[in-house]
C-alpha cells in the first residue's frame, strides 16, 4: 500500500517568520522522492505538516485525500523519522522497539533485528547515554521496519558516519524494492543518494523551484563552454544559472534541454556542451545571488 | 559506479551494451532483473527499468512476459555495425587531430599500425 501526497498553497509561520510560503505539490505515492533544499529552506516544516506534527498556518496538506492533523487512523500508516528518537532519555533501546512494535500495524519484528544487528544497536542502553551515531541508526531502524506507506526520513542520516549511511542507503533500497511504499527523503548529501530518487523536489525560501523525475532533472542542466561572443550569443534569451570566465573563455550554465538542431548549432559555433550534476544544478538553483 | 553528471539510465544501457560487445552477455542470455539491477548497483529501479526500456526500443533486448529481459539473437552483430561506422570518425579522426597538436607525423602512425599486424 502505497500514499499519495498533495500540498496545496501551504503557508506555515513562525511569528514573523515564513517557513513554508505558499507552496503547492503533488506526489503520486509509491515512489522514492528527494527532497533538497538549503538549511532553513523549510524542508522539516513542510515535511512536518505532512506527517501531522504541524498544523499549517494555511493551505491544505492531503494524505491519501485526507488531513493527517489529528487523524489516528491516517497517523498510523505515517513514520516521520528524524536524527534523534521521539522518546524519553531514560527509556531503553529495547522498551522504544516495543513501543514501535505496538503502534504500528505493519511492523516486522524480524526485519527490526535485523537492522539492530546490522547497526550494533546496544538493546539494555538508555536513549540518554546513545551516541549520536547510534541515535540516528536507532531512529532509521524504526523507520525501516515500521513498513508505513508513508514514510519519510528528515535528513535522519544526521549522526551517522560514512559507511552506516550507506547501509542505511542499501538496506531502504532493498525493502523499498521487496515492499514498495512512498518514500520522502530530505538531503542535502545529495551525490551520495541522488541516485536513489525517482524524482527530485527542490525547495528554496518556502517555495517550490523544481520538481521533475530525477533523470529528466539531469538532463536539464547544460554547461556551454567556448568564447565569450559565441557563448554569450547562443545562451542570449535563456534561463542562466551560473556563469564563469577566464581570460577570452566563458563557461555559462543554462536550464532547460537543447534541442538536436541547437547541440548541432552550438558545436558548429565552436562552442563545448557539458552536462551538469544533479549537485551542481541543486546548488545553481538555489544561489542567494539569483534573488 | 554511475556518475551524477549524465542520465544514469543512459549509462546503464550503454554498460549492457558494452557486455554485449564483449560477449559477457550472450544471444538469448537472460539479463538481471531490473530489481536485481537496482540492488546490485544501489540506483532507483525506476531508473534501471527506463535503461533497460531503451534497449528494448533500440532492439537491443527484448521481453518475454513474465520471465525478463533476453539479449536479442542480432544484438552483438548490430552494436558492432553501428561501432564501426563511427570508429573511423571518434577514433582514427580523433587521434590524427591529437597527432597533429603534438607533432607525431602520419607515417610514425602508420609504421606503428604496421608493426602490430
Same mark, same amino acid.
Given at each position: 500500500?502505497?500514499?499519495?501526497?498533495?500540498?496545496?498553497?501551504?503557508?506555515?509561520?513562525?511569528?514573523?517568520?515564513v517557513?513554508?510560503d505558499?507552496?503547492?505539490?503533488?506526489?503520486?505515492?509509491?515512489?522514492?522522492y528527494?527532497?533538497l533544499?538549503?538549511?532553513?529552506?523549510g524542508?522539516?516544516?513542510?515535511?512536518?505538516?505532512?506527517?501531522?506534527?504541524?498544523?499549517?498556518?494555511?493551505?491544505?496538506?492531503?494524505?491519501?485525500?485526507?488531513?493527517?492533523?489529528?487523524n489516528?487512523?491516517?497517523?498510523?500508516?505515517?513514520?516521520? #523519522?528524524?536524527?534523534r528518537?521521539?522518546?524519553?532519555?531514560t527509556?531503553?533501546?529495547?522498551a522504544?522497539?516495543?513501543?514501535?512494535r505496538a503502534?504500528?500495524?505493519?511492523?516486522?519484528?524480524?526485519?527490526?533485528?535485523a537492522? @539492530?544487528?546490522r547497526?550494533?544497536?546496544?538493546?539494555k542502553k538508555? @536513549?540518554?547515554?546513545?551516541?549520536?551515531?547510534?541515535?540516528?541508526?536507532?531512529?532509521?531502524?524504526?523507520?525501516?521496519?515500521?513498513?508505513?506507506p508513508?514514510?519519510?526520513?528528515?535528513?535522519?542520516?544526521?549522526?551517522?558516519?560514512?559507511?552506516?549511511?550507506?547501509?542505511?542507503?542499501?538496506?531502504l533500497?532493498?525493502?523499498?524494492?521487496?515492499?514498495?511504499?512512498?518514500i @520522502?527523503?530530505?538531503?542535502?548529501?545529495?551525490?551520495?543518494v541522488?541516485?536513489?530518487?525517482?524524482e #527530485?523536489?527542490?525547495i528554496?525560501?518556502?517555495?517550490? #523551484?523544481?520538481?521533475?523525475?530525477?533523470?529528466?532533472?539531469?538532463?536539464?542542466?547544460?554547461? #556551454?563552454?567556448?568564447?565569450?561572443?559565441?557563448?554569450?550569443?547562443?545562451?542570449?534569451?535563456r534561463?542562466v544559472?551560473?556563469?564563469?570566465?577566464?581570460?577570452g573563455?566563458?563557461?555559462?550554465?543554462?536550464?532547460?534541454?537543447?534541442?538536436?538542431?541547437?547541440?548541432?548549432?552550438?558545436?558548429?559555433?565552436?562552442?563545448?556542451?557539458?552536462?551538469?550534476?544533479?549537485?551542481?544544478?541543486?546548488?545553481h538553483?538555489?544561489?542567494?545571488e539569483?534573488? | 559506479?554511475?556518475?551524477?553528471r549524465?542520465?544514469i539510465?543512459?549509462?546503464?544501457?550503454?554498460?549492457?551494451k558494452?557486455d554485449?560487445l564483449?560477449?559477457a552477455?550472450?544471444?538469448?542470455?537472460?539479463?538481471?532483473?531490473?530489481?536485481?539491477?537496482?540492488?546490485?548497483?544501489?540506483?532507483?529501479?525506476?531508473?534501471?527499468?527506463?535503461?533497460?526500456?531503451?534497449?528494448?526500443?533500440?532492439?537491443?533486448?527484448?521481453?518475454?512476459r513474465?520471465?525478463?529481459?533476453?539479449?536479442?539473437a542480432?544484438?552483438?552483430?548490430?552494436?558492432?555495425a553501428?561501432?564501426?561506422?563511427?570508429?573511423?570518425?571518434q577514433?582514427?579522426d580523433?587521434?590524427?587531430?591529437?597527432?597533429?597538436?603534438?607533432?607525431?607525423?602520419?607515417?610514425?602512425i602508420?609504421?606503428?599500425?604496421?608493426?602490430?599486424?
Open positions: 500500500m502505497t500514499l499519495p501526497v498533495e500540498v496545496k498553497d501551504l503557508t506555515i509561520r513562525y511569528g514573523d517568520t517557513a513554508v505558499g507552496l503547492t505539490l503533488g506526489l503520486d505515492g509509491g515512489k522514492i528527494g527532497l533544499g538549503r538549511n532553513g529552506s524542508k522539516t516544516s513542510v515535511l512536518s505538516a505532512v506527517a501531522a506534527f504541524r498544523k499549517a498556518t494555511s493551505g491544505a496538506v492531503l494524505v491519501d485525500g485526507a488531513e493527517p492533523f489529528e489516528a487512523a491516517l497517523t498510523r500508516q505515517i513514520c516521520f #523519522v528524524r536524527d528518537v521521539d522518546a524519553q532519555d527509556d531503553q533501546v529495547r522504544v522497539l516495543k513501543m514501535s503502534l504500528r500495524p505493519n511492523w516486522d519484528e524480524e526485519y527490526a533485528q537492522l @539492530i544487528e547497526f550494533h544497536l546496544p538493546l538508555r @536513549i540518554g547515554a546513545l551516541s549520536r551515531g547510534a541515535k540516528s541508526a536507532l531512529s532509521v531502524t524504526l523507520g525501516l521496519a515500521a513498513r508505513a508513508l514514510t519519510i526520513f528528515d535528513e535522519a542520516y544526521l549522526g551517522m558516519d560514512a559507511p552506516s549511511r550507506y547501509a542505511f542507503y542499501e538496506e533500497l532493498n525493502d523499498y524494492i521487496a515492499h514498495p511504499r512512498t @520522502i527523503i530530505s538531503t542535502h548529501l545529495i551525490e551520495e541522488g541516485s536513489l530518487f525517482e #527530485v523536489v527542490i528554496d525560501k518556502g517555495k517550490l #523551484v523544481a520538481h521533475d523525475e530525477t533523470e529528466a532533472l539531469r538532463a536539464r542542466g547544460v554547461a #556551454v563552454t567556448g568564447p565569450v561572443e559565441a557563448v554569450d550569443a547562443f545562451t542570449a534569451g534561463t544559472l551560473g556563469d564563469q570566465r577566464l581570460g573563455t566563458r563557461s555559462t550554465t543554462v536550464y532547460g534541454q537543447l534541442t538536436d538542431e541547437e547541440r548541432a548549432r552550438a558545436r558548429d559555433a565552436g562552442l563545448e556542451l557539458g552536462p551538469v550534476g544533479l549537485q551542481d544544478l541543486f546548488v538553483l538555489t544561489a542567494e539569483r534573488r | 559506479m554511475f556518475d551524477d549524465s542520465p539510465y543512459l549509462q546503464i544501457a550503454d554498460k549492457i558494452e554485449i564483449s560477449g552477455l550472450g544471444e538469448d542470455e537472460q539479463v538481471m532483473s531490473t530489481n536485481q539491477y537496482a540492488s546490485f548497483y544501489r540506483i532507483n529501479p525506476a531508473t534501471a527499468a527506463k535503461g533497460f526500456q531503451q534497449l528494448v526500443e533500440e532492439g537491443v533486448l527484448y521481453k518475454r513474465g520471465i525478463g529481459m533476453f539479449v536479442s542480432d544484438a552483438r552483430e548490430k552494436l558492432r553501428e561501432r564501426r561506422e563511427r570508429f573511423f570518425e577514433v582514427v580523433a587521434m590524427i587531430a591529437e597527432a597533429r597538436v603534438i607533432g607525431i607525423s602520419l607515417d610514425e602508420v609504421r606503428r599500425i604496421e608493426g602490430a599486424k
